[in-house]
C-alpha cells in the first residue's frame, strides 16, 4: 500500500467564487434590469426566477448576486449579476442557452462570467 501525502491548501491556492443554493424569487426581489428582459413577454407569469448570494472562497466574503429567470419556452435563460457596492457588475442582462435543472443554469451564468471577466 502507498502512502499518499497530505496536501495542505493554502490561503492563496483558494480563489475563485462559491455561491448559495439557488431561491425562487418574486418579481419584487429580482434587479428591475433583469425583470425589464420578461415582464413584457405574454407568459411571463410562467416563467422561474431564482437568485444566490455569491461569496468569495479566500475570503468568505460577500460579492454579490446571480439572479436568473428561466423562459419555459425556448430553453433560454437570461442572468443578471450584481456585485456588492455601487457599480453595477454587468449590464445589460445577459441571454444564454440552458440546460438542466436550476444549478446547471447557475453553473453555467457563472462560467459565462468568468469567460467575459466579470467574475474569479
Known amino acids: 500500500m ?29 434587479h428591475p434590469l433583469l425583470i425589464a428582459t420578461f415582464v413584457s413577454k405574454t407568459n411571463y407569469k410562467d416563467w422561474s426566477a431564482y437568485s444566490a448570494n455569491v ?5 468568505g466574503g460577500p460579492v454579490g448576486y446571480f439572479e436568473v429567470v428561466l423562459d ?34 447557475l453553473r453555467d451564468f457563472h462560467r459565462i462570467l468568468r469567460e467575459a471577466g466579470h467574475v474569479e
Do not use: Q
Open 2 to 30: 502507498t502512502k499518499t501525502p497530505i496536501v495542505h491548501l493554502r490561503a492563496e491556492e483558494i480563489s475563485g467564487l462559491y455561491w448559495t443554493p439557488p431561491a425562487r424569487a418574486t418579481i419584487a426581489e429580482i
Open 55 to 59: 461569496f468569495d472562497m479566500s475570503s
Open 72 to 105: 419555459p419556452d425556448s430553453n433560454r435563460a437570461c442572468g443578471y449579476y450584481s456585485s456588492v457596492g455601487s457599480e453595477p457588475a454587468i449590464a445589460p442582462p445577459i441571454w444564454f442557452a440552458r440546460s438542466g435543472d436550476v444549478d446547471a443554469v
